[in-house]
């Protein structure tokens, strides 16, 4: 009887967790490995800064866009932390990095957060890029889950600040 209480318990959260995650009202409390090998974690975030969570693919052409809009438009983001996380391997991350010169941006963290899926399935995740955007405090502001338009993103970001 004890074992059947338990697997219920534990069947009810798996169903639940997702719908408590996916509320998304509070920046997720993640852990990705950048490039150089080195930890970063949600609480390694800059305080009282807006945040810009990407979740993408390094393999995704639409990821590899976005990368380059929000690189010729990064003048638009310098008050932002940008976190970029993707699920594949460091080698991955290092190579896509390398290929967009992300690590000269102090303000843009990339990495893998392997297979904890913790961003993933905090925003409940379903297609690249996937951006969200948080207000100082960690409020989420907006989702883009369809087609992710770096002046929209620019002008919600500004949005902020008045």
């Known amino acids: 009887m004890m074992r059947r209480k338990a697997f219920l ?14 509320q998304g009202l509070k920046i997720p409390p993640f852990k990705i490995v950048r490039a150089d090998g080195s930890l970063f974690r949600a609480r390694d975030l800059p305080m009282g800064k807006p945040v810009i969570i990407i979740y993408f693919s390094p393999e995704c052409e639409e990821c590899q866009k976005f ?20 699920y594949l391997s460091v080698q991955s991350v290092a190579q896509y990095e390398k290929k967009y010169k992300l ?14 899926f913790i961003v993933r399935y905090y925003y409940n995740v379903r ?3 996937f951006v969200a955007l948080l207000n100082k405090d960690g409020k989420l502001i907006r989702k883009w889950e369809k087609e992710e338009n770096i002046n929209e993103l620019a002008s919600s970001l500004k949005a902020l600040k008045k």
Not at 9 to 22: D, T
Not at 67 to 86: G, H, P, Q, Y
């Open 9 to 22: 318990l534990v069947f009810f959260l798996f169903l639940v967790s997702p719908c408590i995650f996916s």
């Open 67 to 86: 990368t380059e809009d929000l690189v010729s438009k990064i003048d638009d983001f310098w008050d932002a932390s940008i976190v970029m996380v993707t």
């Open 103 to 116: 690590n000269i941006y102090p303000n843009i963290y990339v990495g893998t957060e392997g297979n904890a």
């Open 127 to 129: 297609r690249f890029p």
